[in-house]
Nanobody, 124 residues
């Protein structure tokens, strides 16, 4: 059974940056596309972005693409979500997910494994 562990969340001020990490359980990581989602209090889970198995293709949702970047390091079995210029509305629990497919995946239903989430709180 695969598993994912996120880290890197915390309390930051508006305008700050954070890097979230998502460690996959084993070296089969390179066989999975990865995704990031977030869920704000009282709201539904929201797609943030995705990256393909090799890292050669990634996508961040339009409203966030100027501030957020997704990367991966297959040698470390780790995916990353770089958050820049954080805003109050970025406050949420951020989840990484793994899909047993090579290409980028855009729907929550495409993903097979989920991490426990890491909380990001942005204050003014």
């Amino acid at each position: 059974q695969e598993y994912l562990v996120e880290s890197g969340g915390g309390l930051v001020q508006a305008g700050d940056s954070l890097t979230l990490s998502c460690v996959f359980s084993d070296a089969s990581f390179k066989n999975y596309a990865m995704g990031w989602f977030r869920q704000a209090p009282g709201k539904e889970r929201e797609f943030v972005g995705t990256i393909n198995w090799s890292g050669s293709s990634s996508y961040v949702t339009v409203s966030m693409k100027d501030r957020f970047t997704i990367t991966r390091d297959n040698a470390k079995n780790t995916a990353y979500l770089q958050l820049n210029s954080l805003k109050l509305e970025d406050t949420a629990v951020y989840y990484c997910a793994a899909a047993a497919k090579k290409g980028t995946q855009y729907s929550v239903y495409d993903y097979d494994y989920w991490g426990q989430g890491t909380r990001v709180t942005v204050s003014s």
